[in-house]
């Protein structure tokens, strides 16, 4: 399944108002941690189809990093019914992550 790209524009539809639980990864082009943590998401996004899989770009959507309180990139978040529940910090491997979203 294709990674959304997530706007401030569209946050509402794609995240708060989904049917289905949703990951958000928080990155920046210029983070070198989140280059190393993409290929994991987007292979996750290929497995699990049940969850929607979405990129924030925190240079083009402070107001989002600021009403989730994003410190520190790559933040990934996990939302159900429209909330976010848990929250993974920096690189994880993809059983921490496979960990991560079982929850």
């Not at 107001?63 to 978040?77: D, K, M």
């Not at 848990?86 to 059983?95: I, L, N, T």
Request: charged content about 20%; proline content about 7%; hydrophobic content about 45%.
């Amino acid at each position: 399944m294709a990674i959304a790209n997530i706007t401030t524009e569209n946050f509402d539809q794609q995240v708060t108002q989904a049917q289905a639980p949703v990951l958000v990864d928080f990155w920046a082009a210029w983070c070198g941690p989140c280059t190393a943590l993409s290929p994991v998401v987007e292979e996750l996004a290929r497995e699990h189809p049940e969850i929607t899989f979405g990129k924030i770009n925190v240079d083009e959507a402070p107001e989002l990093v600021v009403r989730y309180q994003v410190a520190a990139i790559p933040t990934l978040l996990l939302f159900r019914d429209g909330k976010p529940v848990d929250a993974s910090v920096g690189v994880k491997s993809k059983q921490e992550l496979e960990d991560f979203l079982a929850q």
